[in-house]
């Protein structure tokens, strides 16, 4: 096992571009989905308020309680200055004055200059509070120019504006299966997978398969099979530990297996083999390093962009889409947005994804090996084994 | 009697239209430092590579310790250790680790492996470099790293293929005495380069190739006797009368005789006290000149001499 143990060492010595990309990935995906919950259920902001009542009427007191029935109501001595260094210090969000007489000019119809309010930011809570008491004072004036009294004006007005409005959370998971925070997991994985597997894996392929030391190995008593096996585990092993630790993430995000968890690992090992067979390919060529990483930023981000990685596939143009259909990775995502929710599911749709995935790895390893034997056909007289003839 | 270690028998291989070898046939015996010594082109290259089973070849046969060789010969291979001209070793893996992966192609005991690379180690003088990664090695130790890794499963046969090029005359003369040591410890050698200096210096046979033919085949005495200069004398002069060249041209023994403006340089072929007899002629006719020294047939006269061009003229 001396070439697998030399590969062992030479992809160790790659590896950090690799682990920066996993860590990375997973620094991000794993506090966001610890923080996921937050988006289940929805609470109404709520801002802290100062309100100097100079009014102090029945109907001054009738809109604190109205404001205080979301925001925290804050008592600061009745001085300008307090108000002003309380605002600037964000000690409260909000100050209403509402002035004397308030309470006269609003039975009399008029909405304007009823009261004076103070902020320091436009927030949209802060927007909202002034809307709020805009439309607190034009209900009241409407109710009082349908006939109400002041005071069931005012009474109506309240019961109006404290119903709530019910607030239903969008989800899009697709009824027990992937946790939205696992669909996007999932839907950002093949670009993480490409990066990892065609940045790491091409260049120590490369390094071992260079002619000069090819050359020197052939010398060798270890046999070509021999060789080209041990290669092929250590590629193996590296594809496998990179989608175990990906795959064991995503069940513990998701909380648990169920069948869109395991669609979702099986659309990514499938895409983990296209990038391999996509690996070998590419490594069969004799490129420098730099060309390389050229290789695997146009594979990961044009992929991405083109295929609905970073861009969700309803939101691109039927062009783009029509040239990413023949991107495997535009299929890993079709069938990733069905598990997400956001496209309805398919069984038939899902197994023609996976299908056409493995497609895709089975048409590049096909063409690694006609391009390879073409390759030896020119390359014959440093490359071609030696097949003595007959004297 | 010395065994055969390597038998070459009419040798053909064909690029197409071009004969790189041409009915090329060789016998090296055990314990010999075999010299192939051509220029670039001239086939040696490919000699190797058909000898390695790395090529296939049109006719002809190939043995090695009296058994075919073919690309699975790994019974053979074994005892082949090859270090080429360019240096092949994983730049990711310390001295120490390269050596103990390419000895580890050939050796699996562990404990005998530990010793073998400590060997090698030791052998190409990288004790203080063991922890380095070549990158970080000077071209004349990577060079020696080239070689260690190519000899420290103790090969019965190394093949190195032109393994000095582009190193420091340190180096070089350090890589030179190592591979006498090799030889001294039962290796037989085979030795490609186009530097005939070291071939002279290192080779107990010697075959000369160009154009895929092997052109001339012996010990470097033997070579040098198979051409007709013997010694060859400058004498650096200045004026020299046109009927003084001529008398001195037409002396026994002289077959040449040129005078360029500074020197005056003299061929002869065979025959004794020939500066004598030159000396005396400038003696007698009252010219001065500055330094003389004479200079006995190189390789290089000799390629020169059979083939018409000189060795290094023909470097790509």
Known sequence: MQVFNAFLK?????????????????????????????????????????????????????????????????????????????????????????????????????????????????????????????????????????????????????????????????????????????????????????????????????????????????????????????????????????????????????????????????????????????????????????????????????????????????????????????????????????????????????????????????????????????????????????????? | MENTVVKIENLVKRYGELIALDHFSLEIKEGEIFGLLGPNGSGKTTTINCLLSLLSYDKGNIELFGKKMTPVSYDIKKDIGVIMQNVAVLNELTVYENIDYFCGLYISDKALRKKYVEEAVEFAGLGDFVKFYPKKLSGGLLRRLNIACGIAHKPKLIILDEPTVAVDPQSRNRILEGIEELNRAGATVIYTSHYMEEVEQLCTRIAIMDKGRKIAEGTKEELKRMIRNTETVTIEIIELPEEVRAQIASLPHVYSAEHDGERLVICCSGGKHNLIRILDVLQSRDLGFGRVYTELPTLNDVFLEITGKALRDKED
């Open chain 1, 10 to 391: 030479v992809l160790k010595k790659r590896s950090l571009s690799a682990m920066i990309y996993i860590a990375v990935f997973l620094g991000i995906a794993i506090p966001m989905a610890s923080s996921s919950n937050a988006t289940e259920a929805m609470k109404l902001t709520s801002l802290d308020i100062c309100v100097f009542d100079e009014d102090g009427t029945d109907a001054s007191r009738e809109l604190i309680s109205l404001l205080a029935e979301n925001n925290k109501i804050v008592t600061l001595e009745n001085d300008r200055d307090v108000m002003t260094d309380a605002l600037y210090y964000e000690w409260i969000d909000y100050a209403l004055i509402i002035d004397k007489g308030y309470a006269e000019k609003l039975a009399a119809g008029e909405t304007n200059d009823l009261f004076r309010s103070y902020h320091m930011h436009d927030s949209y809570s802060v927007v909202y509070v002034t809307n709020l008491l805009s439309e607190y004072t034009s209900t009241v004036k409407a109710f009082m120019t349908s006939g109400n009294s002041f005071s069931d004006a005012l009474s109506k007005t309240a019961d109006a504006l404290s119903t709530d409005t019910e607030v239903t959370m969008k989800s899009f998971s697709s009824g027990g299966g992937l946790k939205d925070i696992v669909g996007f997991y999932y839907r950002y994985l093949p670009y993480i997978l490409v990066s990892v597997i065609l940045g790491t894996l091409c260049p120590v392929i490369v390094t071992m398969n260079s002619r000069d030391l090819r050359f020197r190995t052939s010398c060798s008593s270890i046999r070509s099979a021999s060789y080209t096996m041990q290669l092929f585990l250590g590629s193996a092993i590296f594809v496998f530990a990179v989608l175990a630790l990906f795959t064991v993430v995503g069940i513990v995000l998701n909380g648990g297996i169920n069948g869109d968890m395991l669609l979702a690992v099986a659309n990514s090992i499938i895409f983990s083999l296209v990038v391999t067979a996509l690996t070998v390919f590419v490594s069969g060529f004799e490129i420098g390093p730099n060309i390389q990483a050229l290789i695997t930023q146009i594979a990961s981000l044009g992929m991405s962009f083109l295929c609905g990685v970073f861009v969700p596939q309803s939101m691109l143009g039927g062009g783009v889409l029509a040239a990413a259909r023949f991107l495997p990775m535009y299929w890993y995502t079709v069938l990733n947005d069905m598990l997400m929710g956001d496209t309805r599911f398919d069984a038939g749709k899902a197994a023609l994804c996976l299908a056409v995935e493995a497609a895709f790895a089975v048409m590049l390893v096909v063409l690694t090996v006609l391009v390879r034997r073409q390759s030896s056909g020119k390359n014959a007289p440093r490359q071609k084994k030696a097949e003595p003839a007959a004297a």
